[in-house]
């Protein structure tokens, strides 16, 4: 298991979709997080430029941030 930093609100990130290319998925902002039974964040909420939607962090790619 990799130790990767969770995902966290206002992250922005791109969001995976497996049925369009990739030149075609969705940038978003974290709006809320939902960590499972273990604390490890599995969910999050992302605010699209057509709403909010909730995915999978497994298929949400966070940008790189000068922090």
């Known amino acids: 298991i990799r130790n ?3 995902i966290r609100v206002n ?3 791109v969001i995976i979709e497996n049925n369009s290319a ?3 998925w969705r940038l978003g902002r974290v709006m809320e997080v939902l960590p499972g039974d273990d604390g490890v964040i599995r969910v ?3 605010l699209t ?3 909010s939607i ?3 962090v497994v298929n949400l790619v ?3 941030t000068n922090e």
Do not use: E, F, I, Y
Request: aromatic share 0%.
């Open 44 to 46: 999050a909420k992302v």
């Open 22 to 24: 990739p030149l075609m």
């Open 11 to 13: 992250d922005m990130v």
């Open 62 to 64: 966070p940008l790189p």
């Open 54 to 56: 909730t995915r999978p």
């Open 4 to 6: 990767v930093p969770n």
């Open 49 to 51: 430029g057509s709403g």
